[in-house]
Nanobody, 124 residues
Framework: QVRLVQSGGGSVQAGGSLRLSCAAS????????LAWFRQTPGNQREAVAG???????RYEDSVKGRFTISKDNTKNTLYLQMNSLKPEDTAMYYC??????????????????WGQGTQVTVSS
């Protein structure tokens, strides 16, 4: 059974940092594509950062240079380091995994497995 359990997040002032973690189980972690999405009320979920199964990393333009996605295959854990946070980064953040995501179809192809979500709030 695929499980993605998120931790981290919380509230921080603008300019601060947070790290999100996503502990995975039930699937071959190192072979799946992984990503972080975020969603605000009334808006669609958007891809923030992804690590494709071929090792490629992808970032949404507004987070480039501030956010870093990484994973530890020995711990089956995905991370999102968020620096220089802005109020507009406030959202519910979700981790996601899927075996069929490639560099060609990311982020348009839907991910099949999702974490429970964690709130990030950045105050000005």
């Amino acid at each position: 059974q695929v499980r993605l359990v998120q931790s981290g997040g919380g509230s921080v002032q603008a300019g601060g940092s947070l790290r999100l973690s996503c502990a995975a189980s039930g699937f071959p972690f190192s072979t799946y594509s992984l990503a972080w999405f975020r969603q605000t009320p009334g808006n669609q979920r958007e891809a923030v950062a992804g690590i494709i199964s071929d090792g490629t990393t992808r970032y949404e333009d507004s987070v480039k240079g501030r956010f870093t996605i990484s994973k530890d295959n020995t711990k089956n854990t995905l991370y999102l380091q968020m620096n220089s946070l802005k109020p507009e980064d406030t959202a519910m953040y979700y981790c996601a995994a899927d075996p069929l995501i490639t560099s060609r179809n990311y982020p348009l192809r839907p991910f099949g497995y999702w974490g429970q979500g964690t709130q990030v709030t950045v105050s000005s």
